[in-house]
């Protein structure tokens, strides 16, 4: 039994082909493969096979299957109507969609802590500061000796004490009433400007980091950028047909470990991955990039088999076994 295997993968966590030690030997990993490996163990009779790595697209060994040269193929291959009219397909031992991954905004950055109050709202807490100081040193530079000396010294002081009032933390004590009423006022004002200050700076810091460049794909197709995608899947010909990509605004990006170079020279600006390999990306990623709705649903990965094949079938009852049982 000659099984076709992709050799020409995206993500190696799924399916990986090394050459091996001796000349013309091959190594095959990944989960894929291991979830045959596991298959064969819970099939009751033994399967005499052979791995045979195909250096194509996925349709191309869907093809193969189909006019005999394999007959079978393992690998993350996803379950598509059309697809199903031509082979036959086991249960789907995870599920698959496209989702849509694009960078995240950029880290915030050493000025983020102007950013709560507009240009506007600091001038005029500034104003008011200043305003309040010269209230306070109008009313207590002649009686309080706290306020007295150098103006070098009483600007220092006038200030300090201004300032330091928010937290209760002046020295400085107060001879005048009327600068009693003047503290008051500016301990209520600024006790409702520090609230407001915190509140958004936590929001901005906790929520923006999050939020992504760009946020659907009418926004992409109106903006006319270019977005990334595997070229050997179906998910090209998926962007063009149903989703109506331009054609040349799709780059094939033929390895999991380009993207992000790809994202960082701003080449592409997002990326349309199935489901299994967006959350693999996201999870070394998780800091730079988020995916966005909407998931478009396919049918899920499963292996490939000739139409009829009762062995299909035995697969198909031994990754449902393998499923219930919590191996999967």
């Not at 064969?40 to 996925?58: A, K, M, S």
């Not at 993350?76 to 249960?91: G, K, S, W, Y």
């Not at 909407?294 to 062995?311: A, R």
Request: with cysteine; net charge neutral.
């Amino acid at each position: 039994m000659i099984i076709g295997v992709p050799a020409r993968t995206a993500f190696e966590k799924f399916v990986k082909v090394e050459d091996g030690k001796h000349p013309g030997q091959k190594n095959y990993d990944g989960f894929c493969i291991e979830l045959f490996y596991k298959v064969l163990n819970v099939l009751e009779y033994v399967l005499i096979y052979q791995f045979d790595p195909h250096n194509g697209t996925y349709d191309e060994i869907v093809h193969k299957v189909y006019n005999k040269t394999y007959d079978a193929a393992v690998g993350d291959i996803t379950i598509l109507a059309n697809r199903t009219t031509l082979v036959e397909f086991t249960q789907p031992y995870a599920a698959s969609g496209l989702s849509m991954i694009v960078p995240v905004k950029p880290e915030s950055s050493a000025w983020m802590f102007l950013k709560p109050f507009t240009t506007k709202m600091w001038l005029v807490t500034g104003s008011i500061l200043i305003y309040t100081m010269f209230i306070v040193w109008f009313l207590e530079h002649q009686s309080n000796p706290d306020f007295k000396g150098p103006w070098n010294n009483q600007i220092g002081t006038v200030f300090w004490f201004t300032f330091s009032s928010i937290f209760f933390a002046h020295r400085e004590k107060i001879y005048s009433n009327l600068t009693r009423v003047v503290v008051i006022v500016w301990l209520f004002v600024a006790l409702i400007l520090t609230s407001s200050y915190t509140a958004s700076l936590t929001s901005m810091l906790t929520v923006q980091r999050l939020e992504p460049n760009v946020t659907d794909i009418e926004s992409l197709k109106r903006s006319n950028v270019k977005i990334g995608c595997d070229g050997d899947s179906f998910v090209r010909t998926y962007l063009e047909d149903v989703l109506k990509f331009k054609s040349y605004n799709i780059e094939n990006v033929s390895s999991e470990y380009n993207y992000e170079g790809e994202f960082k020279s701003n080449h592409i600006a997002a990326a349309f991955l199935e489901l299994p390999y967006g959350k693999v990306f996201l999870n070394r990623y998780c800091k730079k990039f988020t995916t966005t709705a909407p998931t478009y649903i396919f049918g899920g990965l499963g292996f490939v088999f000739q139409k009829g094949s009762p062995i299909a079938r035995d697969f198909s009852r031994a990754i449902l076994k393998l499923s219930e049982d919590g191996t999967l």
